[in-house]
């Protein structure tokens, strides 16, 4: 039985719109992360889905003529097409909408409530309909919130949650548990924030119906924070005792290892879930990472532009795998990047095209035709050179799995980018090409020492382009069951002696059309 877990969780998406390229950057590094644990024997929970309650939705359904249900199912199912279309891994897609969740979100209040951590009140303040979050009289700006999303004077009864209680408790929990949020500057803004003081939080609503009911008062339902954030334990079979209970996967699965989500909800996932958490005497998550916005050609992104970017249209136009290496490599994970075209097909054409496509294309090649089809044993006495460019592909396992495990996928393919570009200053040192008269022997130990370290790159980027590195160890001959991490680093050589096929390219140059 595997012992190592890994639960990763992308933040469930809002249904009031369909998916676009920055839902698709959060469960692809997500999906990195899966697949890399998974590659390295860790049995991996990866979870996303749809939060699908609060006056948004409510408000978006009855725009569109429909139930509010009707509308969420609808929806719902775009987010889950894109899981397909994008070739993601996750192991359960969850929507608040379900009874599992409704179940775990009133065990969660009814603890709160018992230990004495949620009371009714009145609230009256700013809100954003389209943040679903409260602001206070010093966050409006010009009338609106932060965000830049307007605001309305609200005044209802409300349930309201003991979040000021927590301030101690969160700085000190920071203090202890100096990598729960990265990057680093990301961790600095929610410190200041729980510095500069926190207020009790409004944790229900009773102006619509849209939501949980809160146990034992219909009149009001959950604030969607309290209902959304609750995801990721209802997905561990949490609560334990529960007509959906399961007390093995809970105990496995929670805490989370990691919450990935995008800096503009980062409070949320920072503050006021640990409070919820420390609150039911349940565990923390271990980590939380932010990341950056995209723009796209350097505007910011808008449905008022017209320049949102389709992740699936991306896919069609430059490739699947294409698209989700440019995404992983182009900006360092953590800031703001830019997407241009001509900064897509600049890495398709150079690092996949000349880089990885054309060192395994022309190694395959002249193996398929050089040695009969037949892959050819490495040299019992390797040379220097055979030495250098062979101990330098061992030793990325580790470099690499130190930048992923700090969510760091830019610095990952950048190191193996390092060592592909010895791999071809190899080749054209060695040049096979001309050993085939001189010394076929030595040509066949070049050729050996190159399948192999084409082996390795190929394993150590399934994560990031599973169906393109799938194609290259086919056209190497490599089992499918050893394609784990555990036949890197030395541990194991490319089998020899079998017959190979004539490979194809696997990464075409890319040419844009001339326009008429």
């Not at 009140?121 to 954003?128: I, L, N, P, R």
């Not at 994970?333 to 150079?350: C, E, L, P, T, Y």
Request: proline share 6%.
């Amino acid at each position: 039985m595997m012992s190592k877990k890994f639960y990763i969780t992308t933040p469930i998406y809002y249904v009031n719109d369909k998916p676009h390229i920055g839902h698709a950057y959060t469960t692809l590094a997500c999906d990195v992360m899966a697949r890399f644990k998974r590659l390295d024997g860790f049995e991996v929970k990866f979870l996303t889905g749809t939060d699908e309650h609060g006056q948004k939705v409510e408000k978006a359904a009855q725009v569109a003529g429909t139930s509010p249900q009707e509308f969420t199912n609808a929806v719902s199912q775009n987010f889950r097409d894109l899981t397909t279309q994008l070739n993601f891994s996750n192991d359960d897609f969850i929507r608040t909408t379900e009874e599992r969740h409704k179940l775990a979100c009133q065990q969660l209040w009814r603890i709160l409530l018992d230990k004495g951590y949620i009371r009714l009140d009145t609230y009256a303040g700013w809100y954003a309909v389209r943040d679903e979050a409260f602001y206070t009289k010093d966050e409006i700006v010009d009338g609106k919130a932060p965000s830049g999303a307007p605001v309305e004077w609200v005044e209802e009864p409300s349930y309201f949650f003991d979040l000021s209680k927590f301030q101690d408790k969160l700085l000190a929990f920071y203090e202890a548990n100096p990598d729960f949020v990265a990057p680093a500057s990301r961790f600095n803004e929610v410190k200041s924030f729980v510095k500069g003081g926190l207020r009790d939080l409004s944790v229900s609503r009773a102006s619509f119906k849209w939501g949980v009911p809160v146990p034992d008062d219909d009149a009001h339902v959950m604030y969607v924070w309290l209902d959304a954030l609750t995801n990721y334990i209802t997905a561990t079979g949490w609560p334990v005792d529960g007509a959906f209970g399961n007390a093995e996967t809970y105990e496995k699965l929670w805490p989370a290892d990691l919450h990935m989500v995008g800096k503009d909800i980062l409070r949320f996932h920072a503050v006021y879930w640990p409070a919820f958490l420390m609150a039911a005497d349940l565990p923390l998550p271990k980590r939380v990472f932010a990341h950056g916005w995209w723009t796209n050609e350097g505007q910011k992104i808008s449905k008022s532009l017209g320049n949102v970017i389709d992740p699936v249209a991306l896919s069609e136009i430059y490739g699947l795998d294409q698209t989700r290496y440019f995404l992983m490599r182009e900006v360092p994970f953590g800031k703001d990047g830019d997407f241009s075209v001509q900064a897509m097909i600049q890495r398709m054409n150079s690092d996949l095209a000349n880089d990885l496509g054309n060192l395994s294309q022309r190694v395959i090649s002249m193996i398929f035709k050089n040695c009969e089809g037949v892959m050819p044993a490495l040299p019992v006495s390797p040379s220097p050179e055979d030495n250098a460019i062979l101990t330098a592909c061992d030793a990325l396992l580790d470099q690499v799995r130190i930048h992923i495990d700090q969510q760091s996928f830019h610095e990952a393919l950048r190191s193996i980018w390092d060592v592909i570009a010895a791999a071809n200053r190899y080749v054209d040192s060695q040049a096979p090409w001309g050993l085939k008269k001189t010394d076929p022997a030595r040509m066949q130990e070049v050729l050996a020492v190159l399948a192999e370290i084409i082996r390795q790159f190929a394993i150590l980027t399934q994560p990031f382009m599973p169906q393109s590195t799938a194609k290259i160890l086919d056209q190497l001959g490599v089992d499918e069951k050893a394609r784990g991490f555990d036949t890197l680093a030395g541990q194991v050589r490319l089998a020899t002696g079998h017959v190979i096929g004539k490979p194809e390219p696997v990464f075409p140059r890319f040419v844009e059309e001339e326009p008429a």
